[in-house]
């Protein structure tokens, strides 16, 4: 998430390949910021709502969101209307949460040009999400597209946006698709790959996303072969479909990598190229006695 100038607040999708994002400290730590002031900006709500003689408990509120997960306001809308004090959702934003209202509380997310510079130094495709959801679309796209965004929503689970894949038309942007799925399992919420996209649209997508993915991967693998530690393994691993065990008998972890793991991450065209091979000629001397680390895969 991040806001605009106006403070519209707008939602941006990050597609990492399978070996996940390059520099993967940096964008947890700035992940871990944008957690910690959603936790402040909900605390800050119920303080308002408990000055306004509301009662709501803050571990009410947690437990809505879920275990591990950073309370919103549409979490502590949804506190209001267990508790009694709204009927709906709808009145408790009409009434108190909405932008500006009695209860609302500024959040501290990013600016959006620093997620969508954060997600593309970290080999990242950065996506608008629900464009429709915008009070000014269009100014927001083109700045968007400035900072260096690749694509935006354009399908829902009822069809394609014509408006939408005009504007994407427009500033050349990827048109992509999403059922907004988070898991929660509401009678209003879509279901999990409910929106179908033309294969077209997945083609041009990986025609972008690819090349950036194999440049995070190369990144990701340099730094291993040039340092095999534990750290710079688990980095691999985090993602990948591989499991990490200490100990274990002797292999050759690079080896092991280029027999098993390059080929989920890599086409076999892409593991040709000249800087891969030359990846590879540096994995294969590496070994486990260097790391002392056995690297078992997934099946």
């Not at 464009?131 to 935006?152: D, F, Q, S, T, Y």
């Not at 040039?226 to 591989?242: A, K, M, Q, V, Y």
């Not at 040709?272 to 000629?281: D, G, S, V």
């Amino acid at each position: 998430s991040g806001d605009t100038e106006a403070e519209e607040p707008v939602h941006i999708l990050a597609y990492y390949s399978s070996i996940g994002p390059s520099r993967f400290e940096e964008l947890d730590k700035f992940l871990s910021n944008i957690r910690d002031g959603r936790y402040l900006r909900a605390k800050n709500m119920v303080l308002k709502l408990n000055k306004l003689k509301m009662a709501l408990k803050w571990e009410h509120v947690c437990r809505i969101a879920g275990n591990g997960v950073a309370p919103g306001r549409l979490h502590v809308a949804r506190a209001m209307v267990e508790a009694g004090y709204v009927e709906n959702l709808k009145q408790a934003f009409a009434r108190y949460l909405f932008d500006g209202g009695p209860a609302y509380s500024k959040g501290s997310e990013p600016m959006v040009e620093e997620a969508i510079k954060m997600i593309c130094d970290t080999g990242g495709v950065s996506v608008l999400a629900h464009p429709w959801a915008l009070k000014n679309p269009v100014a927001i796209v083109r700045r968007l597209k400035e900072a260096g965004l690749h694509g935006m929503e354009v399908y829902k689970s009822d069809g394609r946006l014509a408006a939408y894949s005009d504007l994407a038309d427009t500033y050349e942007l990827l048109k992509i698709g999403g059922s907004d799925y988070h898991g929660r399992g509401g009678h209003h919420e879509a279901e999990l790959g409910s929106v179908n996209l033309p294969v077209l649209v997945l083609y041009d997508f990986l025609k972008v996303a690819r090349p950036i993915w194999c440049n995070a991967i190369k990144k990701i693998l340099e730094c291993y072969a040039e340092e095999p530690s534990d750290t710079n393994l688990e980095t691999i691993t985090r993602f990948g479909r591989t499991r990490v065990f200490k100990g274990g008998s002797p292999l050759n972890c690079g080896q092991d990598l280029i027999d098993h793991c390059l080929p989920l991450w890599l086409t076999s065209q892409e593991m040709e190229n000249e800087e891969f091979e030359a990846i590879k000629l540096k994995l294969s001397n590496v070994s486990a006695s260097q790391g002392g680390i056995q690297v078992l895969i997934k099946t």
